[in-house]
């Protein structure tokens, strides 16, 4: 039922959230150590960089289209089951996992539950005996299918790696192969995108669904 995985239980887990900040704090040290590593300007640095772009240059596009988004993908992965518990954590995010539970049933709404000032939560629309999410249906739909198969938090990663190898072919097309290269890279240390293709949220998706309307 939609019930099993009631409010009680998100606020559980989410009361665990804390215990990861220490985490999210690592995730962000990779980007930050980039930016601050290649904008010092220093010869030293610029060197390292010429050597590292070279060696990258020898490497097939494959590793990039292919290897990093995997790679992308598998670490957003555990990110979204290690680190996030594999449940919403914020409301929006139970907004959208609402929805998909309604559509992986094969239904747009569930019937209004007994007392329902108990099971109140923020964007979940109970009216005329119906129960439902008010988010746009897009992005639970594709959620559904991991809701149905029983891995909910695996479908933003996977999301999130097909936009990423996405975008190397955008990039390819609208400059060139270095700035697909680097434009990936960026993609595998950016710790926001990264989150976002770890929680219940639609941007991996918008991403993505950008990057095959621009091809």
């Known amino acids: 039922s939609l019930d099993q995985y009631g409010v009680n239980q998100y606020y559980e887990r989410a009361s665990l959230y804390g215990k990861y900040l220490s985490a999210i704090f690592v995730f962000l040290s990779p980007a930050a150590f980039l ?30 289209w292919l290897g990093v988004p995997l790679a992308f993908s598998a670490w957003s992965a555990w990110t979204a089951w290690d680190t996030i518990g594999g449940i919403p954590r914020v409301f929006d995010a139970f907004n959208y996992w609402f929805q998909a539970k309604n559509f992986s049933l094969g239904q747009l709404y569930a019937p209004e539950p007994p007392l329902p000032e108990l099971f109140r939560f923020p964007f979940i629309i ?80 918008a991403i993505l669904w950008v990057v095959i309307a621009m091809r």
Do not use: C, E
């Open 35 to 64: 930016i601050g590593w290649f904008s010092a300007g220093t010869r030293p640095m610029q060197v390292t960089w010429s050597k590292l772009n070279r060696q990258a240059n020898r490497l097939p596009d494959s590793v990039f």
């Open 126 to 205: 109970m009216r005329d005996g119906k129960w439902y999410g008010s988010v746009y249906p897009g992005f639970s739909i594709l959620l559904s299918i991991g809701v149905k198969l029983g891995v909910p938090w695996l479908i933003n990663p996977i999301i999130g790696g097909l936009a990423l190898s996405g975008t190397f072919f955008l990039a390819r097309d609208m400059f060139n192969g270095k700035v697909a290269r680097l434009v990936v890279i960026l993609g595998l240390v950016s710790p926001f995108f990264r989150m976002m293709s770890s929680i219940f949220m639609s941007h991996a998706a």
